[in-house]
T-cell receptor
Framework: EDQVTQSPEALRLQEGESSSLNCSYT??????LFWYRQDPGKGPEFLFT???AGEEKEKERLKATLTKKESFLHITAPKPEDSATYLC???????????FGKGTRLHILP | DAGITQSPRHKVTETGTPVTLRCHQT?????MYWYRQDPGHGLRLIHY???????DKGEVSDGYSVSRSKTEDFLLTLESATSSQTSVYFC??????????FGPGTRLLVL
């Protein structure tokens, strides 16, 4: 069964304190792994798609990496505006659907 | 961002009444999805469509039906709303690439 587990559930950091969010996945044949950001009361906002192990993508203070079993979202020198819930999702080769993890709530303290 | 709108944005209804939520997109995306999001469960797929009049069930489809008569519109219907269907509902679309883009959501309260 395809599965996505995100950790930690919640993370509080001081402004400027770098850290990483983890997304462990089990899927038979990965078509793509997705990262989204969700602010309270809003829909998820697309950040990255990763397709194969070793791939990395960056956007401002965020960098996503992918291995055969997990993905990391690295946050470098975060700012309070980076506070949000970060969602990870995977899609199998055989499927039109994607499966979401439960997310990591990130809070950056000024 | 894909041009996705959802209506209504908020709705309060009573148990047993029918409810229809609408998703409208302007991107001509082939795929459309309905999710619900609940605390402790994350996003769960209800139904999805891979073309006009082509739909399939997701993880939590019981009590819901969908219709897609035009590329741009995807309707979600709760035939007889129950309190367990109180949730936030999100529509998403995807084109030829796999990336899904989400609408702003509909908050539904069933009393």
């Amino acid at each position: 069964e395809d599965q996505v587990t995100q950790s930690p559930e919640a993370l509080r950091l001081q402004e400027g304190e770098s850290s990483s969010l983890n997304c462990s996945y089990t899927v038979s044949g990965l078509r793509g792994l997705f990262w989204y950001r969700q602010d309270p009361g809003k829909g998820p906002e697309f950040l990255f798609t990763l397709y194969s192990a070793g791939e990395e993508k960056e956007k401002e203070r965020l960098k996503a990496t992918l291995t055969k079993k997990e993905s990391f979202l690295h946050i470098t020198a975060p700012k309070p505006e980076d506070s949000a819930t970060y969602l990870c999702a995977v899609q199998a080769n055989r499927d039109d659907k994607i499966i979401f993890g439960k997310g990591t709530r990130l809070h950056i303290l000024p | 961002d894909a041009g996705i709108t959802q209506s209504p944005r908020h709705k309060v209804t009573e148990t047993g009444t029918p409810v229809t939520l609408r998703c409208h997109q302007t991107e001509n995306h082939r795929y459309m999805y309905w999710y619900r999001q609940d605390p402790g469960h994350g996003l769960r797929l209800i139904h999805y469509s891979y073309g006009v009049k082509d739909t399939d069930k997701g993880e939590v489809s019981d009590g819901y039906s969908v219709s897609r008569s035009k590329t741009e519109d995807f309707l979600l219907t709760l035939e007889s709303a129950t309190s367990s269907q109180t949730s936030v509902y999100f529509c998403a679309t995807a084109g030829l690439q796999e990336t899904q883009y989400f609408g702003p959501g509909t908050r539904l309260l069933v009393l």
